[in-house]
């Protein structure tokens, strides 16, 4: 257990609003078992929640869901984030973001919008995507956030359906007027652990996609900011997982939960304390959950005397549960884990499958 | 980039200077960025609002620190130069 003292403030909270959502995206981070929206918190619940984390220390809130923009309340907690001082992100998918409402966040004093984009191309962004249209309604959100004069970030996600446009989707953003770009390499859990198949691309074409992003970081230096979220079954360590269990961020869910991660809820054993019941102070400090994970201790070899332990913690709890059984093993990532060779073939045997039906994520699909 | 000593730069929308009581330190925040701020570089920045040349922030600043130009024009242009690259101050 780690001294109250020795726990440094949360920075940021991700607000999963909703799990609402017209789009149905394969890699969705959301988890198998979708919240339903009679279970989500009322307004007046969302609001005490942001001014408990403002106050203790919480500087960026993310706006997020599902879908934020289904919730009809949206500009309003927009607008109370803003008047205790959070710096707000929208997290959107820009489909359900109409003229009024837009006009209606930005009078809010919403601080910045990330766009989703799923691909460079419409058939296929439409595809991946799961929603007819949705390519050229973002196009139009993105045209809207610039002429507004906010800034704009565009995610993209990769995987085998997009990756031979990665450099493009990172240009298109620029054409967009985004002043920053997200390229992330599909992370495997939930939705897309069970699409993995479909999604995992070979390590020929990671590593061409790769070089060819990190190329246009120094070409469009101070014109876009790139950050480039690599992939995780090619690498020989693991990323420092929310930079550290937390460390830095949390998460509620829709019904009030409090998250050290999305995926937080895949490990068996944990107590998750709910705002419903607490207050944001005390679930940060005091949560079983929370403190599970924090620190060195509770680590096992080879993290335990590693000389990585403090730079990548270990690596990522919920992947280490999800492919060895045990969330307290040296995440497989990491080339020191025994298991380490069979991520290789894994990812090997995944991106030759060839398969290409994705199971989207929707509200009623059963996990 | 270098920013000249005409341009004016200012913070865009979406990047901004808070106190924050909880550190006690003052922060520029950015989209998915948290940069500490120094007295020196709030100095900067608080004269960033797009009317100000650089010239004329090095002038002010060089008068209120009592310090010698160059060593204030220096300082002023790396601090400019390294917040526009990162897209935290438009010229």
């Known amino acids: ?66 879908e934020p923009c289904v919730r009809a309340d949206i500009a309003e907690l927009t607008a109370h984030c803003a008047d205790v001082g959070l710096y707000t992100n929208l997290i959107t998918s820009g489909v359900g973001l109409n003229r009024k409402l837009f006009d209606a966040l930005v009078e809010a004093r919403l601080d910045h919008i990330q766009l989703s984009l799923q691909d460079a191309e419409a058939a296929s962004a439409d595809r991946i995507a799961g929603y007819d249209g949705a390519f050229a309604r973002k196009q139009e959100i993105a045209h809207w956030t610039v002429e507004a004069g906010l800034p704009l970030t565009i995610n993209a996600v990769m995987h085998r359906a997009n990756i031979a446009r990665a450099a493009r989707m990172v240009e298109l953003a620029i054409e967009l007027g985004a002043r920053r770009v997200e390229v992330a390499h599909t992370q495997y859990y939930g939705w897309g652990l069970v699409n993995r198949a479909a999604l995992m691309p070979s390590r020929e074409e990671t590593e061409i996609a790769v070089a060819a992003v990190e190329a246009l970081r120094k070409k469009h230096d101070g014109v876009i900011v790139i950050d480039h979220v690599v992939p995780d079954y090619h690498a020989r360590y693991p990323k420092a997982c929310m930079s550290g269990w937390a460390r830095r961020t949390f998460n509620v869910t829709p019904s009030g939960k409090v998250l050290p991660c999305h995926a937080a809820e895949t490990i068996p054993g944990l107590e998750f304390w709910n705002v419903r019941e607490k207050s944001v102070a005390e679930i940060w400090y005091g949560s079983p959950a929370f403190n599970a994970y924090r620190g060195v201790e509770w680590m096992k070899e080879p993290c335990r005397s590693c000389d990585r332990r403090e730079i990548d913690f270990g690596g990522c709890r919920c992947q280490a549960l999800a492919l060895t059984g045990d969330a307290c093993n040296t995440d497989p990532i990491c080339e020191k884990s025994p298991l380490h060779a069979e991520i290789g073939s894994i990812a090997a045997i995944d991106a030759a499958t060839g398969a290409q039906d994705y199971r989207y994520r929707r509200m009623n699909a059963r996990a | 980039m270098t920013p000249g000593p005409d341009c004016k730069p200012r913070l865009p929308r979406g990047v901004r200077l808070k106190h924050d009581a909880v550190r006690g330190e003052w922060l520029l925040l950015a989209p998915e960025r948290v940069i500490k701020a120094n007295p020196v570089a709030v100095a900067v920045i608080e004269k960033c609002d797009g009317v100000r040349s650089l010239s004329e922030i090095v002038d002010d600043l060089a008068q209120a620190y009592q310090a010698p130009r160059e060593t204030i024009e220096r300082d002023v242009t790396k601090l400019v130069s390294d917040l526009a690259t990162k897209r935290m101050v438009d010229l």
């Open chain 1, 1 to 66: 257990m780690i001294a109250r003292e020795a726990i440094p403030a949360p920075a940021g909270m991700l607000a999963e609003l909703t799990h609402r959502c017209p789009l149905g995206c394969p890699y969705c981070s959301n988890p198998l078992e979708l919240e339903k929206p009679a279970s989500e918190l009322d307004k007046a619940t969302w609001k005490r929640v942001f001014s408990e984390a403002a106050e203790a220390g919480v500087l960026h809130v993310h706006l997020s869901g599902g």
